[in-house]
């Protein structure tokens, strides 16, 4: 909320005075409001590994974030060219390889890791587009620059928070919302289902039939897949619902089957197609893959996105953005120790303790190392779990990431957070709403603001004009 | 819509009605235990509450004795007997989970807050009067669900398969109570309108809640024969087979009549309304009111696997 010299920065200066007007009691009364809404809607995560807590809420925070229209132009601009890249070296990895064939991402990177699809080689998908769908992490180091944390290229998840958030921020407090001028973020659903509609392949009707394919009610995401199928008005389907025959694939309706024509799922690769991937999945629907080779369904996103935004290859996207596009990213990358390497190596162990390691592959914030959080019989097992596999971990520094105002019990407190805009590829056009899910980490001093490891969300305002 | 849709929908209806049935049974039963003995015979009330719930081998698998305690946690709060109050409405929420889109908000909410609010039941009551305001809640609830959705749902398909759980339902537990308890209908040499079955006949019609729809109806004291009548043959009776067979054939027609094709559930249930709308209360006396019940349970129930052929699979 401030800047370098410690004033309050103008796009706050607004929701600063009102804080200071608002008595403690109306804002924590608001504050209970918002749990109970966000109960009732049934706005609910699990947690993996805690059988106490099926259903959790992420916590609220009633105070949003706030963004000028000058710096979401950045971060905007920033997102449209990395998307672009991304594609364009998804493309290459599955085709001709060229960037590989240059030395500017290493082979062994791409074809050793277990989130390449040997299935994808060669494979032509419509409209050449194999990311339609990214929720890119960044964060905000000073006014000018922002940093991508995690380029999420598989299925990102978090889009409902956005939404409902503002539903909630409108209905508790619209008097401060007649003090700015906001941009809307409602319209997302509306630019999902155009986006999804575009990717058709081409021999399909002109009203394509789009699904939501979905783990099922015991995955985390659930509320999220639910939500989203309801504001986009297509079907929420499960494997079991789904059919494949003569290469095409279908869903059981009460009036028989029918045929469908895009698939936006929200289920992992692995998970896909028991013919082709994890046999054991009960989850996915045989014989999918060999419809989507054979060109009758889009998958969103396409199979094998993964080396995208595999961690070790993160490290890399600054030079994927210059060797594609010719451009300096707009966007920067933390800068990375790769482990991989021995230098680098080196150096983390060196600086173990001012570090944050992290698995390659690891997500949801499980399996990393904040250097100066942990104890030295902590670091020390750390120490000998990344000599053993360095391959398997990255390193960043510890980063000054941005706070803002956070309701704590100690009262209003600066807090860490993140920004996660939610990028849309099309046929046509790139489409991003102005905003995205901020999340929160609510503990002092934090920097972990994944929901599974005690992380909150905001909602996100991003100024008009 | 989806086949699955369908069947959470219809599934979901069918377990809040189970619910609130399996309370009106408890709340039945409770009334019957607190008359003295000379009223109500020596019979076991609890015995004969599992068996009118269609639960009784999973229960004599659990427990040796039938009692107030046994039972109502069985009933009302078991977690391992899959149709306790407790888990219909667990199961009537995981099937909502499931169908969030094809619920209106106000469905939902009066699902999710049931559910919320059953924990704080816990795991029972710690006196028989708590225990009887569960009871109340539980009633209220299915009222409320089964009112939201009247009054809120889209007329459509989704609408019709949600109706055709309640009236599955109503249809199977009308009909298991007239099975458990027919021989007390039966007109009997002794004791015709002693107190013992005055008690048993009201407590029969309690649990449709239908006592008082028995007064206007037939403006007479409480016999038998009339019980039996009403509870299967007169369609102004909510919950007599008549009438969830009216319910059933029209909602299965609108479901054709959209769709634009009929099938053999069409089939099958105007056949079985026919049979209940030319039966006679006296004939069926004549020709045996067990052998009747049972044929209809089986008819019901081959109904229920034909609709689940033609739609939900």
């Known amino acids: ?14 929701l600063s005075q009102w804080l200071s007007q608002i008595p403690p009691d109306v804002l924590d009364f608001r504050r209970r409001e918002a749990e109970l809404l966000f109960r009732r809607i049934g706005i609910t995560f699990a947690v993996y590994g805690d059988p106490e807590a099926t259903e959790r809420l992420i916590p609220f925070d009633v105070i949003p974030r706030i963004l000028a229209a000058r710096e979401w132009d950045i971060v905007r601009r920033g997102l449209e060219q990395r998307i672009k890249a991304i594609n364009a070296y998804i493309k290459d990895v599955y085709n001709r390889r060229e960037i590989l064939k240059a030395g500017v991402v290493p082979e062994d990177l791409v074809f050793q890791n277990p989130v390449f699809r040997p299935e994808m080689n060669g494979q032509k998908v419509p409209h050449d587009i194999y990311v339609h769908i990214a929720g890119i992490d960044i964060v905000r180091v000073d006014a000018e620059t922002f940093y991508v944390l995690e380029d999420n290229a598989r299925t990102p998840s978090g889009v409902s928070y956005m939404l409902e958030n503002r539903e909630i921020m409108l209905r508790l407090f619209p008097e401060l919302f007649s003090r700015y001028r906001i941009a809307p973020v409602e319209n997302y659903p509306d630019e999902l289902l155009a986006t999804l509609k575009s990717i058709a392949p081409p021999a399909a009707p002109s009203d394509p039939n789009v699904v939501l394919l979905t783990p099922g009610v015991f995955n985390s995401a659930y509320y999220e897949h639910s939500f989203l199928a309801d504001k986009l008005g297509i079907e929420l389907v499960e494997g079991r619902d789904l059919v494949v025959k003569d290469d095409v694939v279908s869903m059981r309706t009460t009036e028989g089957l029918k045929r469908v024509d895009v698939i936006y799922r929200r289920i992992d690769d692995d998970f896909l197609d028991p013919l082709v991937f994890r046999p054991d999945s009960a989850l996915g629907v045989p014989g999918l893959m060999s419809v989507y080779q054979a060109g009758n369904v889009t998958l969103a996103n396409a199979v094998g996105t993964g080396i995208a935004d595999d961690k070790a290859v993160y490290s890399y996207m600054p030079a994927i953005v210059k060797f594609y596009l010719g451009e300096e990213p707009i966007l920067k ?5 790769r482990c991989r390497e021995e230098e680098h190596l080196a150096y983390v162990l060196d600086h173990i303790e001012e570090l944050v390691v992290k698995e390659v ?29 360095p391959k398997n971990f990255i390193a960043q520094p510890t980063l000054a990431l941005s706070t803002c105002p956070t309701c704590v019990e100690e009262g209003i407190a600066p807090r860490h957070v993140d920004l996660r805009p939610f990028v849309l590829a099309g046929r046509d056009r790139i489409r991003i709403v102005p905003g995205g899910l901020t999340r ?4 002092r001093g934090s920097l972990v603001v994944n929901s599974s490891q005690g992380g909150g969300t905001k909602d996100t305002w991003v100024l008009d004009g | 819509m989806l086949s699955r849709t369908a069947d959470n929908l219809y599934w979901l209806a069918r377990y809040v009605e189970r619910a609130e049935y399996l309370a009106r049974i408890l709340d039945t039963t409770l009334r019957l235990t607190a008359l003295p003995l000379a009223y109500v015979g020596e019979s076991n009330e609890w015995e004969s509450a599992v068996a009118t719930a269609g639960c009784a081998s999973a229960f004599f698998a659990a427990h040796d004795e039938a009692n107030e305690e046994t039972v109502t946690e069985f009933l009302a709060f078991s977690t391992s007997n899959p149709s306790s109050i407790r888990n219909c409405f667990e199961n009537a929420r995981l099937n909502a989970r499931a169908v969030r889109t094809a619920l209106t908000i106000e469905m939902w909410d009066s699902i999710n807050s049931a559910w919320l609010e059953l924990k704080k039941w816990g ?20 009222l409320n ?5 009247y009054r809120t749902m889209l007329r459509n398909d989704a609408y019709w398969f949600s109706r055709l759980g309640v009236y599955m339902e109503r249809a199977d537990n009308t009909a298991r109570i007239l099975d458990v308890k027919y021989h007390l209908l039966l007109p009997a040499e002794e004791h015709v309108g002693g107190p013992l079955d005055y008690f048993q006949w009201t407590s029969i019609l309690r649990s449709v809640s239908a006592l008082t729809a028995y007064h206007w109806v037939y403006r007479e004291n409480v016999k038998p024969w009339l019980v039996a009548d009403l509870l299967m043959l007169r369609d102004e009776m909510p919950r007599s087979l008549a009438n969830c067979y009216e319910n059933l054939v029209q909602n299965l027609d609108r479901i054709a009549k959209s769709y634009g094709r009929q099938g053999p559930a069409q089939r099958q249930a105007r056949t079985i309304r026919a049979r209940l709308e030319n039966s006679k209360i006296e004939g069926i006396f004549q020709s045996g009111l067990h052998e009747f019940i049972d044929g209809f349970i089986e008819d019901n129930n081959q109904l229920g696997s ?3 052929q033609q739609y939900l699979l």
Not at chain 2, 145 to 149: E, K, P, T, V
């Open chain 1, 440 to 443: 929160v980490a609510l503990k």
């Open chain 1, 361 to 389: 592959h690891g997500s949801g914030g499980y399996g990393m190392l904040i250097g100066p959080k942990e104890d030295k019989t902590t670091i020390a097992a750390f120490r000998a779990k990344l000599k053993s596999d």
């Open chain 2, 145 to 149: 669900f089964d009112g939201s959705a």
């Open chain 2, 306 to 308: 034909a609709v689940a």
């Open chain 1, 333 to 337: 990358n933390v800068p990375t120790w």
């Open chain 2, 123 to 142: 795991n029972g009551p710690s006196s028989r009067e708590e225990f009887a305001r569960f009871l109340r809640w539980v009633m209220g609830s299915s």
């Open chain 1, 1 to 14: 909320m401030r800047d370098s010299g410690g004033a309050v920065r103008p796009a706050y200066v607004e």
